[in-house]
Antibody, heavy 121, light 107 residues
Framework: QVQLQESGPGLVKPSQTLSLTCTVSGGSISSGRYYWTWIRQHPGKGLEWIGSISYSGSTFSNPSLRGQITISRDTSKNQFSLKLNSVTAADTAVYYC?????????????WGQGTMVTVSS | DIQMTQSPSTLSASVGDRVTITCRASQSLSSWLAWYQQKPGKAPKLLIYKASFLESGVPSRFSGSGSGTEFTLTITSLQPDDFATYYCQQYDSDLYTFGQGTKLEIK
């Protein structure tokens, strides 16, 4: 079955760029009608959608972060990635990648385990 | 943007109880409403999608209902494994929004 796994540094310095990758196994990110998504959760807080990339490569993102993020994909590696620029301590969170099952679903049925990223000097 | 407000924020209940969690949207939704369960240190788990469709493998004691701006998650006959935090999530016009969560505690 499809599995997602986040990877990336656990510590990022303020003002630098946070870069995370989600590796998808058990299915292709360019097939189906799925949307591959980044979601974060600040410590002890709720969930915040960051942005998504579709099966065709189109992207859309949270307006509150739009100028700060880039979501891309590497179909040859079956991965999609998140870059978050100019990070501050407020970007410290657990970052999840997840799959939206598609246009008739619009919910996240598969999640990675999450990776904790701390922004600190 | 559509805002999602869950109530209550915390709910205390006993094993065997029936509980209901409500999610209210700031404007009418087109049924793209989902519910998740999250346990400490774990990723959320999808329970309900499209307001009332039970995700495969989720026990039938979980059910969802509602339309427009008000949606509910009901758990009948609470089991020890159900004590967790629950989130609603909506989708509209390429934006997803989560509710702030409801923590279900053992009374």
């Amino acid at each position: 079955q499809v599995q997602l796994q986040e990877s990336g540094p656990g510590l990022v310095k303020p003002s630098q760029t946070l870069s995370l990758t989600c590796t998808v196994s058990g299915g292709s990110i360019s097939s189906g009608r799925y949307y591959w998504t980044w979601i974060r959760q600040h410590p002890g807080k709720g969930l915040e959608w960051i942005g998504s990339i579709s099966y065709s490569g189109s992207t859309f993102s949270n307006p509150s972060l739009r100028g700060q993020i880039t979501i891309s994909r590497d179909t040859s590696k079956n991965q999609f990635s998140l870059k978050l620029n100019s990070v501050t301590a407020a970007d410290t969170a657990v970052y999840y990648c997840a799959r939206d099952y598609g246009v008739n679903f619009r919910a996240f049925d598969i999640w990675g385990q999450g990776t904790m990223v701390t922004v600190s000097s | 943007d559509i805002q999602m407000t869950q109530s209550p924020s915390t709910l205390s209940a006993s094993v065997g109880d029936r509980v209901t969690i409500t999610c209210r949207a700031s404007q009418s939704l087109s049924s793209w409403l989902a519910w998740y369960q999250q346990k400490p240190g774990k990723a959320p788990k999808l329970l309900i999608y499209k307001a009332s469709f039970l995700e495969s493998g989720v026990p039938s004691r979980f059910s969802g209902s509602g339309s427009g701006t008000e949606f509910t998650l009901t758990i009948t006959s609470l089991q020890p494994d159900d004590f967790a935090t629950y989130y609603c999530q909506q989708y509209d016009s390429d934006l997803y929004t989560f509710g702030q969560g409801t923590k279900l505690e053992i009374k």
